[in-house]
């Protein structure tokens, strides 16, 4: 029973002299899903903390506004002592395009002409907060907020605005990518999960 007590009374010290595992295992394979995010409605994200708490991360997905790549600086910055949580920011830019060798279906209205190698992009910034739960045996979870600004595009012209609804041609339901190069900043959220070694 002494045993058992004085275990007890040593948990938050051995807690606390645990190594973070963002610093034991610093390689992470991720997978995402959101709405809006760096790496659209799914993606996938490889990073490396290089010097904790500050890692570096490329993802690519696709989203609304096609193919997407994202390239995030990341910072971990442990909640108390946990070793497993921590809340982390990021920023970093984010692309999306379509057509060119990459998409053939890029959505344009009958008036727009679209030459077979011709690429349409958004480029952008983005910044987020989140929080990570690692666990010692490599898996995690995460979620977070954030935000995009939308720098350049040339995706808006593919489908002019239009007040007649059956001159335009995007979606009924979802926003069509050029629809989503016309906004300048929107919020985004994501979540994902994966295995950090």
Not at 33 to 62: D, K, M, Y
Not at 65 to 83: N, T
Not at 126 to 136: L, S
Not at 168 to 176: K, L, M, N, V
């Amino acid at each position: 029973m002494a045993r058992a007590v004085l275990l007890l009374a040593m948990l938050p010290a051995l807690a606390h002299a645990e190594i973070p595992t963002v610093v034991s295992r610093p390689t992470y394979l991720r997978m995402d899903a959101g709405f809006g995010a760096p790496t659209g409605i799914f993606g996938f994200s490889v990073g490396h903390t290089i010097e904790a708490p500050a890692a570096v991360e490329a993802g690519f997905g696709l989203g609304a506004s096609g193919w997407q790549l994202a390239l995030l600086a990341r910072l971990h910055l442990p909640i108390g002592d946990s070793p497993w949580h921590s809340w982390t920011v990021a920023a970093g830019p984010s692309l999306s395009f379509l057509g060119g060798p990459f998409s053939k279906s890029v959505p344009h209205a009958d008036e727009v002409v679209v030459d077979e190698g011709d690429l349409f992009y958004i480029f952008g910034v983005n910044a987020e907060i989140g929080w990570e739960w690692r666990q010692p045996w490599g898996g995690f979870i995460r979620l977070a907020a954030g935000g995009f600004y939308n720098i350049a595009e040339n995706m808006s012209p593919l489908c002019p605005e239009s007040d007649d609804p059956s001159e335009s041609c995007a979606p009924p339901h979802f926003p069509s990518a050029p629809e989503i190069a016309r906004i300048r900043a929107y919020p985004y959220f994501v979540m994902g999960y994966g295995w950090s070694f």
